[in-house]
């Protein structure tokens, strides 16, 4: 998997996602990120990148030029145009869903606005795919492009060495995951709930199906409007 960044602070995302699982992957080849300082591809000899909004208002915009130039120099080699993922509060909010839709690309452009955001026109032009990572605003896409290439390395094979782990895991199915836990058997006056101790295989799949159910309808009942619950576990949620 292929991740091209655009980005006025490409150290930012390569010093991060350098460490950890992602910078595992990155050594192995299995994942591959490169980031492209936008302001290479200035076309003034003061490197600058941003302009005044016209129709006025405040702060500064990040010029069409630059981008589309550094766009077609990093998709040149390209075999077909790469989806270009533009990380915006505008866009869709990003799920587990669209982290695995995005796992099955080859290549993905990611662009990283700044300032007050980006002239219009680039964005007709090369975005395929506006995605915000909440309804909150940040001070540029950097962390919401990271947070992206984390969440879609995970699924790719080989970047979990423990493959299974990704195979059962909070929001599918729209269930969040069961409690965990370690040694020891007992920890300040805490024991193991009795059952995972118990060997039945059988029995502590029910268990935590039924934690995962429980803890759905807890903490965000509205996933539960989701899920696929058998006859038995909706009257045991008394629905
Ligand atoms: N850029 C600034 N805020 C953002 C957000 N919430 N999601 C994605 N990109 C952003």
Redesign the pocket.
């Known amino acids: 998997m292929n991740f091209k960044v655009l980005t006025l602070f490409p150290d930012m995302i390569l010093n991060t996602l350098k460490t950890s699982i992602t910078g595992r992957a990155m050594e192995s080849g299995c994942l591959n990120v490169s980031a492209y300082d936008i302001r290479d591809y200035a076309f003034n000899k003061h490197k600058s990148v941003d302009d005044y909004p016209y129709g006025g208002g405040a702060g500064m915009l990040m010029q069409a030029e630059p981008i589309f130039q550094a766009y077609q120099d990093i998709t040149k080699e390209s075999k077909e145009k790469p989806r270009c993922i533009y990380?915006?509060?505008q866009?869709q909010t990003f799920t587990q869903k669209m982290a695995e839709e995005f796992a099955q690309e080859e290549e993905l452009v990611l662009l990283c606005?700044h300032y007050e955001g980006i002239d219009e026109r680039v964005l007709e032009e090369v975005v395929t795919d506006y995605?915000?990572?909440?309804?909150?605003?940040?001070?540029?896409?950097e962390l919401?492009a990271m947070i992206l290439i984390d969440a879609v390395s995970r699924l790719i094979p080989g970047v979990l060495h423990n493959d299974a782990s990704a195979e059962f895991e909070s929001f599918q199915e729209n269930l969040l995951e069961y409690p965990h836990y370690s040694r020891p058997e007992e920890w300040r006056g805490k024991k193991v709930p009795e059952v995972l101790l118990s060997g039945h295989h059988l029995r502590i799949e029910e268990w935590r199906r039924e934690q995962s159910i429980l803890r759905t309808a807890l903490r965000r009942p509205d996933l539960l409007e989701k899920a696929d619950l058998s006859e038995k576990e909706q009257e045991f949620l008394g629905k």
């Open positions: 990380l915006t509060p866009g606005g995605v915000s990572i909440g309804d909150y605003v940040l001070t540029g896409g919401p």
